[in-house]
């Protein structure tokens, strides 16, 4: 059964960093591309980011361009988001989920509408 988790949330303080991990199992990351969305309270669901495992194509919102990095450990399964310079802003709870296609803007706009059984994720709150 597939299955994504989330984990590394927490709460920092603006300018602070954390590192976000998503764990696979019931299939690999080779054939995968993976992305980063958010949640914060009141507002829709947006993508963040996004990885392609077998090319390393990466996407990055321009919310985080510069400030977020996504990499993959395909010995590990498990996707990262190396999260610095935070902003309140970036106050949301954080999910993964497999792309409906290779890592793009489009794809993950897709998959933001298209994907129906999002799991937990992992709560990020950037306060002073």
């Known amino acids: 059964q597939l299955q994504l988790v989330e984990s590394g949330g927490g709460l920092v303080q603006p300018g602070g960093s954390l590192r976000l991990s998503c764990a696979a199992s019931g299939f690999t990351l080779d054939y995968w591309a993976i992305g980063w969305f958010r949640q914060a309270p009141g507002k829709g669901r947006e993508g963040v980011s996004c990885?392609?495992?077998?090319?390393?194509?990466?996407y990055y919102a321009d919310s985080v361009k510069g400030r977020f990095t996504i990499s993959g450990d395909n010995a590990k399964n498990t996707v990262y988001l190396q999260m610095n310079s935070l902003k309140p802003e970036d106050t949301a709870v954080y999910y993964c989920?497999?792309?409906?296609?290779?890592?793009?803007?489009?794809?993950?706009?897709?998959?933001?509408?298209?994907?129906?059984?999002w799991g937990q994720g992992t709560q990020v709150t950037v306060s002073s």
């Open positions: 990885i392609s495992s077998n090319d390393g194509t990466t």
């Open positions: 989920a497999p792309l409906y296609g290779r890592c793009s803007h489009s794809t993950v706009v897709l998959t933001t509408t298209q994907y129906d059984t």
